[in-house]
């Protein structure tokens, strides 16, 4: 939620605790339970936009070798629980091995479902990633788990408008030291 957003809730739960003979802390929870009620009650695309607009996932890792930092599907996770949680929706992820057509190689497709929980109306996120050849002493199945953790990044941010490329590279295509 915005600073200003912020501000705001708490100057009418101010308003409401003088009218009200409430304590300020009663009145701010009574504020923040009206605009969660607000939310969930708003339709899947409302819902959506809500969260998209709200979510703050930093980029909280660092590849010290490529001197970048950057986030992960779990880092993206932990940002929007809480929004998922006003919203009454929640995220479902699923991964598959699939093939494409005119391409060879292997893929891995992840689904992100966000589900209004109210409806059960759906919106999907869907990325393809090719899996690449295991590097150094990685092990097919870590190969494959690394290729899911990307996909899942990237499915992730597709749903919830996180620019990865915005945070950490620069204009001609290298990477900022943050």
């Keep these: ?48 936009l809500y969260v998209q607009k709200n979510c703050k ?3 909280g890792q660092y590849n010290s070798f490529g001197k970048y930092s950057y986030r992960t599907a779990e880092d993206i996770m932990a940002a929007i629980k809480p929004l998922l949680w006003k919203a009454n929706a929640t995220v479902f992820i699923s991964d598959k091995p699939t093939t494409l057509p005119n ?26 990633v090719k899996e690449g050849t295991p590097k150094g002493n990685m092990s097919e199945s870590q190969n494959t788990g690394a290729t899911i953790s990307y996909a899942r990044k990237y499915a992730l941010n597709g749903m919830f408008l996180l620019d990865d490329a915005k945070d950490d590279v620069d204009a001609q295509g290298g990477y900022q030291n943050n």
Excluded at 5 to 17: D, G, S
């Design 103 to 128: 391409v060879s190689g292997n893929f891995i497709t992840t689904t992100v479902t966000f589900v209004d929980c109210n409806n059960g109306e759906k919106i999907v996120s869907e990325v393809s």
């Design 57 to 59: 996932a930093p980029k």
């Design 1 to 48: 939620m915005s600073k200003a957003k912020e501000n705001q809730i708490e100057e009418q739960a101010m308003e409401q605790a003088d009218v009200q003979n409430v304590t300020p802390e009663q009145a701010s929870e009574q504020a923040a339970a009206k605009e969660q009620e607000d939310i969930a009650n708003k339709n899947v695309y409302a819902k959506l």
